[in-house]
């Protein structure tokens, strides 16, 4: 690197390697995982799906996560402008459907239990919005992928590097 050159001008000049390849040590588990994974989805859209792994992944910090959710969602045909606000949905309501809405808070509440619980209004919102077994299915997915995000911030997994199409 010459002494104006950043490491943004270098894409993955500076990445570290992982500090484990649990998947390598631990692959029962991560083959359960995968299923689980694969279980998880069944009967959800996939756009919200995504939005989902993103924002859960934006809370946990796990930025491995977010780079292969944010390019699965591209390849669904999420729009870019939708994922970029979706550090910021709050204040970007208008961008997302009142469902996305839903489950976009309830990621947030299942993922931070800051308080030990999901509060009620959360849920209930979620639960107009989904029937039982969408909700189920909601709850699953968001549930997995605060796994991945242990496994990938714990191991600090190396992002930049994932195609869509691959798993985990």
Not at 119 to 139: G, N, S, T
Request: glycine share 4%; charged share 25%; with cysteine.
């Amino acid at each position: 690197m010459t002494n104006t050159e950043t490491t943004a001008d270098r894409p993955y000049a500076a990445e570290s390697p992982a500090r484990l390849e649990w998947a390598r040590h631990a692959p029962e588990v991560y083959k359960a995982m995968v299923r689980l994974d694969s279980a998880a989805k069944k009967g959800l859209d996939p756009k919200l799906y995504e939005l989902v792994k993103i924002r859960a992944s934006q809370v946990n910090h796990c930025a491995f996560c977010i780079d292969m959710h944010t390019k699965d969602a591209l390849a669904a045909g999420e729009s870019v402008e939708r994922i970029v606000q979706l550090g910021a949905w709050e204040e970007s309501r208008h961008f997302y459907t009142e469902r996305e809405l839903a489950a976009i808070e309830l990621t947030e509440a299942v993922t931070v239990l800051t308080d030990g619980f999901v509060p009620d209004e959360v849920y209930e919102r979620a639960a107009k919005r989904f029937d039982e077994a969408e909700l189920a299915q909601l709850i699953a997915a968001i549930t997995v992928i605060n796994a991945w995000n242990r496994f990938g911030v714990t191991c600090r997994m190396t992002p930049g590097h994932y195609q869509p199409g691959r798993h985990h």
